[in-house]
């Protein structure tokens, strides 16, 4: 019997000294609000980096001017930005849509693409932009961007970019 009682007692403790070391080796954390934080998805598992860089390629939206028409106002305009160098450029000006593709690079934060258009106004298929903007990659923002037709300057612009995907 009293090697019985011995053994219950000696299971018990060691059953409650697990219990401790697994209850001391948890933790909950606590968000800090003033660190700002990046949602990244891996394998169906959430991760929060904090001061995670942005990254350019997805989708972004934002406005265009032109130059020399200042009524017609700021106009859609976004950028589909892929991770192969391509690039998708839509807009709306004068109430129709165009798009226009191409390839993109990045020359340290000073990002460039030239993109042909596919769709739109007769006279536009085929017209030739190059787009230069810089990346703010705290932000997520296209800023100081100028668009201008290639390689004859027939029409060009300006336009700012925020990236939502």
Do not use: R
């Amino acid at each position: 019997m009293k090697k019985l009682l011995m053994g219950s007692f000696l299971l018990t403790v060691f059953a409650a000294a697990i219990t401790i070391i697994q209850m001391s080796s948890c933790h909950k954390a606590i968000a800090n609000p003033a660190v700002k934080t990046d949602t990244i998805i891996v394998h169906d598992s959430v991760q929060y980096c904090p001061n995670a860089k942005l990254s350019l390629t997805g989708l972004w939206i934002g406005y265009y001017t032109t130059t020399g028409m200042p009524s017609s106002g700021n106009q859609y305009f976004s950028f589909t930005i892929k991770p192969d160098s391509t690039l998708v450029n839509e807009t709306i000006g004068a109430s129709v849509q165009h798009f226009s593709t191409g390839k993109w690079q990045l020359h340290g934060d000073t990002l460039i693409s030239i993109t042909t258009c596919i769709y739109g106004i007769q006279s536009n298929i085929g017209v030739k932009e190059k787009h230069v903007a810089l990346f703010n990659k705290n932000t997520g923002t296209l800023t100081s961007g100028i668009w201008q037709n290639y390689p004859t300057p027939t029409g060009g612009g300006t336009f700012v970019l925020t990236k939502v995907n």
